[in-house]
């Protein structure tokens, strides 16, 4: 299924310090000045792959995107 993709700007409140990704329906979204717009995708590893093209240290978000947290 379709869906709306963020990534954080901001890893401070990550433990990891991983910018994370975040589906649009997420109780975690980010605010608007600490998100990034990565697209409509089929699936969290495609807005990954496209969240890495703006950092290294991605990751999904344990919530809204489990088959993708890793850490």
Same mark, same amino acid.
């Given at each position: 299924?379709f869906?709306?993709?963020?990534? &954080?700007?901001?890893?401070? /409140?990550?433990? @990891?310090?991983?910018? !994370? ?6 109780? %975690?979204?980010?605010?608007e000045? &600490?998100?990034?717009?990565? /697209?409509?995708? @089929?699936?969290?590893a !495609?807005?990954?792959k496209?969240?890495?093209? %703006? ?5 999904g ?7 993708c947290?890793?850490?």
């Amino acid at each position: 299924m379709f869906h709306h993709y963020y990534v &954080n700007k901001l890893t401070s /409140g990550n433990p @990891n310090f991983n910018h !994370e990704v975040h589906k649009s329906s997420c109780y %975690y979204l980010p605010s608007e000045y &600490n998100r990034i717009y990565l /697209g409509y995708f @089929n699936s969290c590893a !495609e807005a990954i792959k496209r969240a890495k093209a %703006y950092y290294s240290n991605v990751d999904g978000c344990a919530v809204c995107c489990p088959e993708c947290h890793r850490q």
